[in-house]
């Protein structure tokens, strides 16, 4: 049997709508390097996306380059690395210089005609695992000297193609790619894998035929598509609204001898959580004591607060959107459509007390605004 630790989307160096991630990245990276110590992985996969940009931040590539020298020092697996569509493919590719001196890694950037790969053995023979990076259609028709190569389908075609050619007689084969497969579930912080406008960038599932795992990258959503065998990881942490409440996780695989897998999720626990929050301002900032989650506020108040952001960061530091609900419903069409009106001074005065205050204004204030009004306005006619 040989164990598989399957990762992929780190996205190093990313930032969550101007926060930043550093911590919560060195707090996941500290978690893949538990499960290779507990688990010991005969393979540990990162399938693409290791940073967030083809150029990341210095202290991202020094992220990433501390955590491969530890894992190197506490574990003998191999290392399976490709590059991802926010990647530098050249960038990932110079990592294979450092493949001879240390031992059994596999790093693909750049497309390979002759996409060889990694070999393992187990008592039931040889494993083959290949490394197909993330490659453009015009990347591939170079590669391959084909001109017929138009869409993400043909360019891994060309590439499975390549790798199967490769595989020796009788080993069980695993695939690693960075693409989108028929039927997977997206989220909204995925950047799209095509380059024509309109084009089609998903693949089938069928161009895995006859390989028995594929790690897959690009989702960040883990899941299994079109087979049980073929499986997105997911990314380690929420990078949008929308995968708030989700669960995060690296899938270790068991490739048994006869060609057969069982996968268990071993589920990441991050620094800090995505939530959306949802309630009046007042019921919002009564929370007992500050909450370092990266939240979304949607406000159910009637009307518009005084600074309410600066008064929600005072328990949740880290809020980073807010919204009104009623704004956000006449905004889809969904809610009253209202018609504009200017406020007079004096009701934009009277309103500004109510809501500071809690208490309508008195008569004897509303005459006292009234009058100062009054001397303003006859200021403004006589200059």
């Given amino acids: 049997m040989v164990k598989i630790l399957h990762t992929s ?3 190093l160096g990313r930032q969550f709508q101007g926060l930043s991630l550093y911590d919560d990245h060195a707090t996941v990276l500290d978690q893949v390097l538990a499960a290779v110590e507990a688990h010991r992985p005969d393979v540990l996969i990162i399938a693409g996306d290791v940073f967030d940009r083809a150029s990341p931040p210095n202290w991202a590539v020094r992220q990433f380059n501390e955590f491969v020298g530890r894992c190197r020092s506490r574990s003998a697996a191999a290392i399976v690395i490709i590059a991802g569509n926010h990647d530098s493919a050249d960038r990932i590719g110079s990592m294979s210089v450092f493949a001879a001196a240390e031992g059994a890694v596999l790093v693909r950037g750049p497309l390979h005609v002759e996409e060889r790969p990694l070999i393992v053995f187990d ?4 494993v083959a695992v290949s490394a197909l990076p993330f490659g453009y259609e015009y990347a591939a028709r170079e590669c391959f000297g084909r001109d017929d190569i138009d869409c993400p389908a043909e360019v891994l075609a060309a590439q499975v193609a ?3 050619a490769y595989v020796p007689d009788g080993a069980r ?5 960075h693409a989108f497969v028929e039927g997977a579930q997206i989220s909204e912080s995925e950047r799209p894998l095509g380059r024509a406008v309109g084009g089609i960038e998903t693949i089938p599932s069928s161009l895995f035929e006859g390989a028995h795992y594929v790690a897959l990258g690009h989702l960040h959503r883990p899941q299994t598509v079109g087979a049980n065998h073929i499986r997105y990881s997911g990314a ?3 990078f949008g609204f929308d995968e708030a409440g989700q669960e995060k996780s690296m899938s270790l695989v068991e490739l048994h001898g006869d060609g057969s897998t069982s996968v268990e999720l071993i589920k990441f626990v991050p620094r800090r959580q995505v939530r959306r929050l949802r309630g009046l301002l007042s019921e919002l900032i009564a929370a007992p004591e500050p909450c370092l989650d990266i939240v979304k506020v949607v406000l159910t108040d009637p009307q518009p607060m005084i600074e309410p952001m600066k008064r929600i960061r005072e328990v949740y530091p880290n809020a980073v959107q807010l919204s009104y609900e009623w704004d956000t419903a006449v905004a889809a069409g969904t809610g009253p459509q209202l018609t504009p009106r200017l406020q007079s001074p004096a009701e934009v005065v009277t309103g500004f ?3 500071v205050r809690g208490d309508p204004i008195s008569l004897a204030e509303a005459e006292l605004v009234a009058a100062r009004l009054e001397v303003l ?3 403004a006619d006589a200059a």
């Fill in 9 to 11: 989307d780190w996205h």
């Fill in 377 to 379: 306005a006859a200021e």
């Fill in 173 to 177: 084969w695993v695939v690693v790619a």
């Fill in 236 to 238: 380690p942490l929420a």
């Fill in 353 to 355: 007390l109510e809501q």
């Fill in 162 to 164: 390549a790798a199967r």
């Fill in 123 to 126: 008592n039931a023979g040889p």
